[in-house]
């Protein structure tokens, strides 16, 4: 396997063929001179090389391509085949897959998140996949994560949540209630209170949607599938939300940092708490970190958003049989799945390996039941119209930027505000307005 640039695995079988002409038979051969005396021609075939083997092209972030490389070399032999992974910036995969794959530049497999699966299906861009056999060890919400219009799209193999890390050195756990985190941080004198992505110039719906969907608001209406038309974003219990954290900010308890600030902050203890995702592990543990629950709103359980990561395969592929075969023969074995959680922890969706990681780590345990409190994300084509409206009014509650847009002239006093601006751009985003 190579990453970043082509190695080709040429499997070389020498044949040569050896073709021996004699004139006459025995009998003949007695009763003339002639025919005693023919020559014998010895034909001798050239050399020959099969040719190189299929390639499947697979685009992976970093980590996974770095699970996958000590690993594939033995997939590559016994199917005879070479598997060229290409590290790509998980962001850009989604968009990329549905431009190159029609100029036949694409991967035939790719690494991804369920929340595509609505737009790249609806887009003919993914092929449905037949878990077959491998669909017992999987936990529902990964399967139904990846389900789109009555087919499944991909195989998964993580789920993740966000959950609370705390800096084991000064704290004891997480509180129960904002309250007493904030009471936490006082006590323990740091810079900052929580860090949780969103502010600091950069928009994070995906962390941030605890805060307003923890006391009855929601993306979308979520009763038998996911309901475009019911955009819940503007709900009494998301501007109730939306207004508590907007005193949270005020009194400090919530910093106006994005990822990086965050995770800095914490790293050098300046921050108490960061609400982030199993993958922050490593980052975390530049501290002696503990992971709880994120605290409850008004005594709900904070709900995050619960991601599901999967390999699915690009319907321009003309090596669709193949491209299965590599996710559910080789992808899909326990030796694999092990090395891709022990590469990004993100909990896995297999059963079989969920229990072996459950009782050995706690921590794993903890992010669970934070999913487990959660919600998908919608899965929905319309979904991408929500991440940049949702983020942009999440951005202005967590900056305090209020006041007059320069370029649009809309007015946004308050956080209620954000949040019915938002609902309402969604809205026409759908519509088409």
């Known amino acids: 396997?190579?990453?970043?640039?082509?190695?080709?695995?040429?499997?070389?079988?020498?044949?040569?063929?050896?073709?021996?002409?004699?004139?006459?038979?025995?009998?003949?051969?007695?009763?003339?001179?002639?025919?005693?005396?023919?020559?014998?021609?010895?034909?001798?075939?050239?050399?020959?090389?099969?040719?190189?083997?299929?390639?499947?092209?697979v685009w992976a972030e970093e980590k996974v391509a770095t699970a996958l490389d000590p690993l594939v070399g033995a997939y590559e032999a016994a199917a005879g085949v070479d598997i060229e992974v290409v590290v790509y910036d998980f962001g850009a995969i989604r968009t990329d897959v549905q431009t190159a794959g029609p100029a036949g530049e694409g991967p035939d497999v790719f690494l991804g998140a369920h929340d595509w699966v609505g737009e790249l299906a609806a887009n003919g861009v993914v092929s449905p996949l037949d878990l077959g056999s491998v669909a017992s060890d999987l936990f529902d919400v990964g399967v139904t994560a990846f389900s789109y219009g009555g087919e499944v799209y991909g195989f998964p193999y993580a789920t993740e949540?966000?959950?609370?890390?705390?800096?084991?050195?000064?704290?004891?756990?997480?509180?129960?209630t904002w309250e007493d985190a904030k009471a936490a941080c006082d006590a323990a004198g740091t810079e900052l209170c929580v860090g949780a992505p969103g502010g600091g110039g950069g928009g994070d719906a995906y962390h941030n949607h605890p805060f307003v969907a923890s006391a009855g608001g929601y993306v979308f209406a979520s009763e038998g599938g996911f309901d475009a038309s019911d955009v819940g974003l503007d709900n009494a219990g998301a501007l109730a939300s939306a207004e508590y954290l907007d005193g949270l900010v005020k009194n400090g308890t919530v910093a106006s940092t994005d990822y990086g600030g965050s995770m800095t902050a914490f790293q050098e203890g300046r921050s108490l708490f960061w609400m982030t995702g199993p993958w922050a592990r490593g980052d975390a543990s530049a501290v002696n970190y503990g992971v709880g629950l994120i605290p409850q709103f008004d005594g709900n359980a904070a709900t995050p958003f619960v991601g599901v990561r999967g390999a699915m395969v690009s319907s321009f592929s003309d090596k669709q049989v193949l491209a299965q075969s590599f996710i559910l023969d080789f992808f899909a074995t326990v030796e694999v799945q092990q090395a891709m959680y022990e590469s990004d922890p993100r909990l896995p969706a297999t059963k079989s390996l969920f229990a072996v990681v459950e009782a050995a780590d706690p921590v794993a345990a903890v992010f669970a039941a934070s999913a487990a409190n959660g919600i998908p994300m919608p899965n929905i084509p319309e979904m991408g119209s929500v991440w940049g409206p949702f983020g942009d009014a999440l951005l202005i509650i967590r900056d305090q930027n209020y006041g007059t847009n320069e370029e649009t002239g809309v007015t946004v006093s308050n956080a209620s505000d954000a949040m019915k601006l938002a609902a309402e751009q969604i809205r026409n985003a759908i519509a088409g307005g």
């Open 161 to 176: 949540a966000i959950a609370m890390y705390y800096n084991a050195d000064l704290v004891d756990s997480v509180p129960t």
């Open 1 to 57: 396997m190579k990453r970043n640039k082509l190695r080709y695995l040429v499997i070389l079988v020498l044949l040569s063929l050896v073709v021996t002409a004699c004139g006459g038979d025995s009998d003949t051969a007695s009763e003339s001179p002639e025919a005693t005396e023919a020559p014998t021609e010895t034909l001798a075939a050239p050399a020959t090389t099969s040719p190189p083997p299929v390639k499947l092209v």
